[in-house]
Every structure is written in C-alpha cells, then in structure tokens.
C-alpha cells in the first residue's frame, strides 16, 4: 500500500446522505488531523431533481468544504441497493483499498429501503474484507475481473470500530458528536447540493423549501446537542459497550 490510509471512512447511499447526517463529525475530525473518506454507493441516477452527473460535481464541492482526503461513488444501481455477493465485494475493495479504522454506516433501520441496505450491505463487506482467501476462491469467477485482481492485490483488513450514524431514524443516540463549531460547514456541504436543494416544482413536496432548510438541520442538531449539553450535535449507536477506565472522566453531566 502506498496511499495514506484512511483513519475515517462514511459509506452511505447516495450523495448527500453523508452530508446530512455526519458531514460535521467528518469535518471535526479532519481538523485534528485524521484522514477522512466518503463511499457513495450509488450514483444518484433517480434522483427526482438533477442527475448523476450534477450530483458528482456537487459531491466534489461538498467533499472540499468538509476537508475530505478521498471520495468515490460506486455503480450499485440507485433504487435497488441489494446485499448480494457481488455489492458486498465492491465495498470490501474499498475496504482493503482504504483501510480504515473507522466506519461510519447509516443506521439499519429508516424509511427508504438504500439506507438500511446500505447498514447490512456495508457491515458485511467489512467483514468480507479482512477473509485471507477472498479473490482466491471459485466464488469470485463471476465477477468483475478487475476488482477480482485489486482483491487479490490487497491485504485483508477490517475496521475496529463501525458506529451508525441515526440521523434518519428516531432511536436514542448511544453517543453524540459536538458539532457546535462545524455546523456552518455543515449546512455549507448540504448547500452544495444546488440542483437538490434549490426551490423547483420537482420533488416539491418531498424536499423543504430553500429558506427552511438552516431551521430544519439547526432543529436536528440542536435537539441531539441538548441529549449531550452542547449546541449543536450529531447523532450515533453503537452495538458494543463502552468501556470507561476512570469514572471522574465520564463525560455528559447528569444532573
């Protein structure tokens, strides 16, 4: 491996979805210094306003302002995001491309079937990608032969840790990030988004209008930011306990 490896990795559906959801937890650790890196899987393409292409530029623009080290959008059809073999050898290229310690994935429950997907699809991948023998075996003679070949290329790894981001879905937080600082950013990456976001008849009554989107996204981070006694914050579960090695320093007040 000669390129820098990723201490932060977000997989998410669509282009946009990390920005909503984790875009100033990224930016707030790529101003202590850690790498960081956003896995589109799908391209967009059903998007009801713009079109895949636009999306791209856009998610360049967005991934500047957050101060990501790399991005890449995969070809997994948008829409009908399965967790099948091959999907999940796609990502565990990433995997073992990038080698990060930490992956943030969408939370495996919500209203649209990509994002909890999305959950299943990439934990598994991240599992898959630290197999020794994965690329070596009859399974893969199917597939791709190019990402066949990466795999073979590549050292197995697996993240450390994987936490959900669970913006999207109304379950209590197991922690949260403090975003006070990077808010501003934040919203300035969802802006990014022009053609989505922009007031237009298409996708009216699915999408809020340009002059509400500051109150809702303020609305969110504010109520999450109050569960940890700061302004504004960013929402995440993890499955594992926590371990705690001095109990003068547990943070969050509690009374």
């Known amino acids: 491996m000669t390129a820098p490896v990723l201490d932060v990795l977000a997989i998410a559906a669509h ?29 967009g393409e059903l998007g009801s306003r713009g079109s895949a292409e636009s999306r791209a530029s856009e998610a360049a623009d967005a991934a500047r302002i957050l101060q990501v080290a790399w991005r890449e959008a995969l070809d997994i059809p948008d829409g009908r995001v399965e967790n099948n073999y091959a999907n999940r050898i796609k990502i565990a290229r990433v995997i073992r491309e990038q080698r990060p310690r930490v992956v943030i994935l969408p939370y495996w429950k919500g209203r649209h079937p990509d994002h909890y997907t999305c959950a299943t699809l990439g934990y598994e991948a991240c599992f898959l990608a630290g197999l020794r023998r994965l690329g070596h075996t009859s399974a893969t003679q199917d597939l791709d032969p190019f990402t066949v070949h ?3 290329e590549l050292a197995p790894h697996r993240p450390f840790k994987i936490i959900y981001a669970t913006l999207y879905y109304d379950v209590r937080p197991t922690f949260v990030v403090d975003i006070t600082a990077e808010f501003d950013a934040k919203l300035e990456s969802i802006y990014a988004y022009k053609e989505q976001y922009a007031d237009q008849v298409a996708g009216g009554k699915d999408f809020p209008a340009h002059a509400e989107i500051r109150e809702r996204v303020a609305s969110m981070a504010h109520f999450y930011g109050m569960m940890a006694g700061v302004k504004y914050g960013e929402p995440f579960f993890q499955k594992e306990v926590g371990l705690v090695d001095d109990l003068r320093w547990v943070p969050v007040q509690s009374i």
């Open 15 to 43: 282009r946009d979805d990390v920005e909503q959801t984790c875009g100033g937890t990224l930016l707030k650790m790529a101003s202590r210094s850690a790498r960081t890196g956003i896995l589109d899987i799908t391209q």
């Open 150 to 152: 990466v795999l073979r």
